[in-house]
């Protein structure tokens, strides 16, 4: 088992969430082998479940942290999620970390559940989340959460770091005031890692994590064009606060707006916006993004491989990893 308390300078992988089935606990297998610090499973819609993926990962492994980024806040009681993060928590001590947020708008609307005030259930949420985990009995009637002598009856030892998958300044302010931490999704750069903090503000420790798109290799044609394929969706107006602090901003969005299709923009992305928007290039040079990226604030990159053969994929991010 690994320590309680992650690394204060991780980098860890994605599992792909349209990864066949049967091949998802030997990714997971092997993430590990290779040395990876952190694997995160992903809830889309459509897709897979947090919880479920986390639980049969953490089954197959024995060192490597889960993170599950994220659950929506709106798609589960609060109370039933504590007792799904305990058990995690629970079962694999001290190898768990959790997020949770507002999920994305449309995803939520379509099943309808997306609230009036997104911010108001945040802030409830991962207060009474947080508080069932240390084994508190809760009474609340707030907006979103009521709750009325509502505790766990077995708390897990090692209480989960509880993490919030945001952005945008109001949303950041506050997971700074009540969360252990904030996910930052790809891509993030030093200037949008600088940007979160301003608006994260935390009293105290606050762990922030990175996605990034990642493509690792020696001929850069190849992984240039990698990772270009996982950019296509850079520049859709959700994406503004990652874009807005860079310097090349204007032009992205002049860029994106005469393109006539996804594979158009990205086409015609210049290399150095392709190195800043991904962690790209040889070894090395990636391993150099990763430390600067961790300078800036970062706890843990986290990279997202792209890509036909996943498994290859892991192991050339795997090349970037200190032995």
Known sequence: MSGTRPKDDAVGVVLPRDLPAGRVLAYARR?????????????????????????AVLAVTSRIRVGVGILPTAARNVAFAAMEIASLAELFPGRVDVGVGHGMP????????????????????????????????VTIEGRYVQLSGVELET??????????GVRGPRSLAVSGAVADGTILAEPVTPEYVASTLGHVAADGPHRLVGYNVAAVGDDPDATFATA????????????????TPLPFADELAALRA????????????????????????????????????????????????????????????????RG
């Open 228 to 243: 270009r394929a996982g950019l296509e969706w850079i520049g859709e107006p959700d994406w503004a606060p990652h874009i």
């Open 155 to 164: 708390r897990p030892d090692v209480v989960p770091p509880i993490l919030t």
């Open 258 to 321: 005469s393109s006539a299709s996804r594979e158009e923009f990205v086409a015609a992305m210049p290399d150095e916006w392709v190195s800043t928007l991904a962690v790209v290039g040889p070894a090395a040079t990636a391993r150099a993004r990763i430390d600067e990226l961790h300078a800036a604030g970062l706890a843990s990159v986290v990279l997202v491989p792209v890509g036909s053969d996943p498994f290859a994929a892991l192991s050339s991010l795997a090349t970037v990893l």
């Open 106 to 137: 449309h995803w939520m609307r379509s099943v309808g559940a997306w609230p009036a005030s997104p911010l108001t259930l945040l802030d409830e949420y991962v207060s009474t989340l947080r508080a069932l985990l240390r084994g508190e009995r």
């Open 31 to 55: 993430a590990e082998e290779l040395g990876f610090d952190e694997l995160w499973v992903v809830e889309d819609l459509g897709f897979r479940g947090g919880t479920a993926q986390a639980a």
